[in-house]
């Protein structure tokens, strides 16, 4: 079940008590907000890992200094962290909702339920390996994996690049396929 956060402490709070957060930032009158809060409740408890994952609910209306804080100017926007920072998630997601930065989706803007059940999906992957990751460095002396990133995105082995088919125009821009 999300959290509904009522302050910026809550959400801070929220953070030290876990390795990774999704937050949903929405409003009581948009319809797309809810329309899309069955299926991020149902990822909440699908997904939801104690200390690793949690969800939060953050009403920029009522809290317009978290919202302010993270530059939210769109509802419903999911934003994702690791602890306490914004974080990308490298989750396969071809849709207009999921803003992709340079090591995956940043955030979600919009009711979009496939980048939202990827990434969450992404997320709980990592917050269910880091928990027994960290069980077992209990119960041994072995080291747990370093998860400094969310999901780094790994670089193609090979690009391929062909202007053999149409002559070379000034004008057009080169493009590798990966």
């Not at 009158?29 to 609910?57: R, S």
């Not at 994702?80 to 940043?106: C, E, L, M, R, Y």
């Not at 209990?138 to 082995?157: E, I, Y």
Request: proline letters at 8%; hydrophobic letters at 40%.
């Amino acid at each position: 079940m999300p959290t509904e956060v009522n302050s910026m402490q809550e959400l801070q709070t929220l953070f030290g008590d876990n390795q990774f957060v999704v937050a949903d930032f929405y409003a009581s009158w948009c319809p797309p907000c809810k329309a899309i809060a069955p299926l991020y409740e149902k990822l909440a408890g699908e997904h939801g890992v104690t200390g690793g994952l949690a969800f939060a609910k953050v009403n920029v209306d009522d809290v317009p200094e978290v919202a302010r804080e993270y530059s939210v100017t769109a509802m419903p926007t999911f934003m994702f962290f690791k602890n306490g920072k914004p974080v990308a998630v490298d989750a396969a997601v071809t849709s207009s909702g999921a803003q992709k930065g340079p090591n995956g989706i940043d955030l979600i803007k919009g009711a979009d339920p496939r980048a939202l059940t990827a990434c969450i999906a992404k997320l709980g992957e990592l917050a269910k390996a880091s928990g027994s990751a960290t069980a077992e460095k209990k119960d041994t002396a072995v080291p747990a994996p370093d998860l400094t990133t969310v999901s780094p995105r790994a670089a193609p082995s090979s690009y391929s690049y062909s202007s053999t088919t149409q002559p070379r125009r000034a004008d057009w821009r080169t493009s590798l396929r990966l």
